[in-house]
């Protein structure tokens, strides 16, 4: 039997909301039609955003939410998207399937978007194609109180007072999409641009995010922060985060693989690839490590998921995916492996938050669903803001099928300002259940809250005629002890438990 030991008196680090944090980029259906329909919808909206999809993501608690893209971002020139609708400009989406973009969903949309989920919000700029003075009047628009082109033009569009920007991204992927620029050349346009990312209100600074590596590029790493390192050290909100991005492809990049059919080895395959994270960030944290030792800027996986082959018959420059109980346990995995790493890991987003990739919502006119992703990201929500507490695995097998093999469990565990306990563990066979023995240094607990997202069936997803086949569940299957606890954990599941 495996063995969970938890040492509930030793706090080891402290787990950002933010590493709970959301992507949505002008990409297929992700922002109109899934978040995004306009005030005249017969959808249900709240001044354009659908009041389902709002709704499901507020009980998420989502903290932070990023925008406009992706690649998206290094494309976009946001004076397009302000001022009265008909008379903005429209454009082609080149990135994402050569569609129209009409601009409706601009910087003020967004800011509507992030109050109505009560999220901060992560505004990524235009390094690869835009000026530093477009970049620096954004932040002027959004941010300024007072008299100055921008702010009267903010005022004139409606929103005399300012808002507040909580983290600005300066480009995004510029050693690809963003500019196909070398990681010294990028560190020096970061220089110049972040320098005119200002700000004004003294009393809430822009956090700025730098972008960081594409997987495993540890030299982009090195030589970024090495471009921008500075007579010893880093100036002071010069750099708040470093991103990393990193997608599961089960079958590589070109054929990625169906998000629904496929066999147990690619199901070992695919959360043997979602492990590779713990590496990444081991690895890309010791580069880290060597400029900022005392870790003061955050590593930003700002872009995360598992990405498939898009549903047959739908638009493959919309990413549209289907999102099975083995996302649940990419999720499972992931979360794990960010809350263990969180002296360095202080931000995350998913991607994309609806109808795109891991997506934890999809859409079909005027339904939604929620998906397996999104079960698992409900119940770790009471992670977000508490404190990593010791714990660590013994007996636990090592599964899989040919070369791909992975521990059979994961887990991690924290304390909520409250004092419960958040034990989330995943059993990643495909087909045995395993039974758990929990043991505390302290003890004296009693369950509080014990649910499930699993199914019997590996490939089990929702649809619109079936939405809760994989659904967040009551768990029962456990029995408390003076000084522990066991469970028995049935085959692709996520369990989570709240203990005070
Ligand atoms: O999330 C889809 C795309 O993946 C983003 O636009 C880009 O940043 C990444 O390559």
Redesign the pocket.
């Known amino acids: 039997m495996a063995k969970l030991y938890i040492n509930e008196e030793h706090k080891v680090g402290h787990i950002e909301p933010e590493v709970y944090g959301h992507?949505s980029?002008h990409?297929g259906r992700g922002i109109y039609e899934g978040i995004y329909v306009g005030e005249d919808s017969a959808i249900p909206n709240e001044n354009g955003m659908r009041c389902d999809v709002v709704e499901a993501l507020r009980e998420l608690k989502v903290p932070m939410l990023r925008w406009p893209?992706?690649?998206?971002?290094d494309e976009y020139h946001w004076k397009d998207g302000i001022g009265p609708k008909e008379k903005r400009k429209k454009m082609i989406n080149t990135?994402?399937g050569g569609v129209l973009e009409d601009n409706s969903f601009g910087t003020h949309e967004f800011m509507e978007l992030c109050r109505q989920l009560g999220c901060k919000n992560y505004i990524n700029g235009n390094l690869g194609s835009g000026t530093v003075q477009e970049m620096s009047e954004w932040v002027e628009y959004l941010t300024f109180d007072g008299v100055s082109p921008m702010a009267d033009l903010r005022a004139a569009n409606g929103q005399e007072k300012p808002w507040t920007v909580d983290y600005f991204g300066v480009g995004?992927?510029n050693w690809?999409?963003?500019g196909n620029m070398t990681p010294e050349h990028y560190a020096n346009e970061y220089r110049r641009y972040q320098t005119f990312v200002r700000n004004y209100d003294a009393g809430h600074p822009i956090k700025k995010v730098c972008c960081g590596a594409n997987v495993a590029d540890y030299f982009w790493t090195d030589r970024v922060l090495k471009t921008c390192y500075d007579h010893g050290e880093f100036a002071h909100g010069f750099m708040d985060y470093l991103s990393l991005?990193y997608?599961v492809h089960p079958e590589g990049w070109d054929i990625k693989g169906s998000a629904t059919d496929f066999d147990e080895e690619v199901w070992y395959k695919t959360l043997n690839k979602a492990f590779y994270m713990d590496e990444l960030i081991t690895r890309h944290a010791a580069v880290m490590d060597t400029y900022d030792p005392d870790k003061k800027i955050g590593m930003a996986v700002d872009?995360w998921?598992a990405?498939y082959s898009c549903e047959p018959g739908t638009n493959p420059g919309f990413?549209y995916q289907q999102n099975t109980v083995r996302d649940a346990l990419v999720a499972c995995i992931t979360l794990n492996i960010f809350n263990k790493h969180c002296d360095r890991v202080k931000m995350a987003a998913l991607?994309?938050m609806v109808n795109?990739?891991q997506s934890v919502l999809l859409t079909e006119g005027e339904k939604m669903i929620k998906t397996p992703t999104y079960h698992v990201m409900h119940m770790y929500r009471h992670h977000q803001d508490a404190d990593l507490v010791e714990s660590s695995l013994t007996d636990n097998d090592t599964i899989g099928v040919g070369e791909w093999l992975v521990p059979k469990l994961t887990e991690s565990v924290s304390c909520g300002k409250d004092g419960a306990l958040t034990i989330t563990v995943g059993n990643l066979s495909a087909d045995a259940e395993e039974n758990l023995e929990i043991k505390f240094a302290k003890g004296g607990y009693r369950v509080e809250e014990a649910k499930i997202v699993a199914h019997q069936d590996m490939h089990a997803y929702n649809t619109f005629e079936q939405p809760e086949i994989v659904a967040e569940q009551d768990f029962a299957d456990y029995e408390m002890s003076e000084r522990g606890l066991t469970l028995t954990m049935p085959a692709n599941s996520v369990v989570e438990l709240r203990l005070k």
Not at 69 to 73: D, K, M, V
Request: a negative charge.
């Open positions: 992507f980029e990409l893209g992706g690649c998206f971002a990135n994402w995004n992927e690809g999409c963003g991005h997608y872009e998921g990405w990413l991607a994309q795109v990739i």
